[in-house]
Every structure is written in structure tokens, then in C-alpha cells.
């Protein structure tokens, strides 16, 4: 099924590891999104990535990066983990930035539940 | 800065009740407007997406409805069934990136 694909589901980090965050997309869509979801907190936006080859920071970039590796993927990555890293990761995608195909707004990956210890 | 805030954050109907969401917005230059639901330990799936120049959108049993010049967007959800409980969040977007509302934790008894 087309859409967004987000790997690992789960994770679990010591204080100090790294790992990166996958993150691919089949629809064409020119941009994409890194979202962390905190109870209390909403949806914040960490970094995106309105084209291919551009990146920019979003509400609480700190702490992480990002590669826009080619137009389907957009990696996520946390270079030395901390317990305020703990959350749920949403991937996300959208046609917009073509504004022939901006009718179809967001569309989400199911998520990463990383905890940090 | 745009703001979006979603009243109640929670609501609790008896099954068959037709029901309202809210969601507001502070900055009436949006581009689009989006719902999504999301279930417990999921992601978000769209539900409706209403473009600026539009007034309402409708699928199935959902009815979604945009008044910009007063920035708000009501969710109408008719007939309600204990499979609609979720939390239904809203959108809204600029040309580069959304905003999004907390939600509203809808809760549908048998």
C-alpha cells in the first residue's frame, strides 16, 4: 500500500547512544516531517524538508539532524540520546510545494515509541 | 504565530448522538485545513481536508465545515458509534508547514 513507512516501531536507548530514525515515502511528495508527540504537548515539529536537498528547523530542532537523502526518504537522527528524547516519532509527507497536488495535505507513518533510559 | 486550540479536550456522548468538534485559529491566512483521528498507540489518519477557498467537505457520516474570516473549523460527526471514539485532531497551513490543534478525545458509550 502506498504511503509513508517508518522503522524501528520501537526502541529503547541508554542515555548517550545514537540511532537514527528511517523514514520513506512512495506517493512523490515534495515535502516532509519530522514530528515528535508528547503527552500534554501536541504534535511538535523537530526539522523539514520542503524539497529534495533542503532542510530547515522546525519548533524543538535541538538535540537532533536530519538528511533528505533523495526525494522518498528523510532520516531522523539522535547523536547522543537523552531521557528528554523520550516520545513517539511521526514521519509525514505532503505534496505541497506542487501546488497542482496540494489537495491532499498530510499523510502519516504509524510512528516510532522510542524510550531513552 | 499561528495558534490553533481544540475545545472541549475531551467529550464523552451516549452511542447515536450527533456531536460537534471544535477548532480554532488564530491566523486566518491559511492555505488549508485538515482532520485527522487517531486511535490509541497509532498514527494520525486524515479524515477531511478542506481547502481555503472552500466552505465544507463531507464523507460518510463526517461533515466538515471552515469559516476563515472567524477562524474556525467544526467536525460534525452524525449518528456516533463506539467505533468513532478517538482523538480527532485539526490543522492548519501555511504554505510551508502546519500547525496543529492538541485534540479532542472523543469517548462514544454503548
Known amino acids: 500500500n502506498a504511503g509513508v513507512t517508518q522503522t524501528p516501531k520501537f526502541q529503547v536507548l541508554k542515555t548517550g547512544q545514537s540511532m537514527t530514525l528511517q523514514c520513506a515515502q512512495d506517493m512523490n511528495h515534495n515535502s516532509m516531517y519530522w514530528y515528535r508527540q508528547d503527552p500534554g504537548m501536541g504534535l511538535r515539529l523537530i526539522y523539514y524538508?520542503?524539497?529534495?536537498?533542503?532542510?530547515d528547523k522546525g519548533e524543538v530542532p535541538n538535540g537532533y539532524n536530519v538528511s533528505r537523502l533523495n526525494k522518498r526518504e528523510f532520516s531522523l537522527r539522535l547523536e547522543s540520546a537523552a531521557p528528554s528524547q523520550t516520545s513517539v516519532y511521526f514521519c509525514a509527507s505532503n505534496p505541497m510545494g506542487d501546488a497542482y497536488l496540494s489537495n491532499y495535505g498530510y499523510t502519516f507513518g504509524s510512528g516510532t515509541r522510542l524510550t531513552v533510559v | 504565530k499561528q495558534e490553533v486550540t481544540q475545545i472541549p479536550a475531551a467529550l464523552s456522548v451516549p452511542e447515536g448522538e450527533n456531536l460537534v468538534l471544535n477548532c480554532s485559529f488564530t491566523?486566518?491566512?491559511?492555505?488549508?485545513l485538515q482532520w485527522f483521528r487517531q486511535d490509541p498507540g497509532k498514527g494520525l489518519t486524515s479524515l477531511l481536508l478542506i481547502q481555503s477557498s472552500q466552505r465544507e467537505q463531507t464523507s460518510g457520516r463526517l461533515n466538515a465545515s471552515l469559516d476563515k474570516s472567524s477562524g474556525r473549523s467544526t467536525l460534525y460527526i452524525a449518528a456516533s458509534q463506539p467505533g468513532d471514539s478517538a482523538t480527532y485532531l485539526c490543522a492548519v497551513s501555511p504554505p510551508s508547514k502546519s500547525t496543529f490543534g492538541d485534540g479532542t478525545t472523543l469517548t462514544v458509550k454503548p
Open positions: 524538508s520542503a524539497s529534495e536537498g533542503t532542510t
Open positions: 491566523d486566518s491566512a491559511i492555505y488549508n
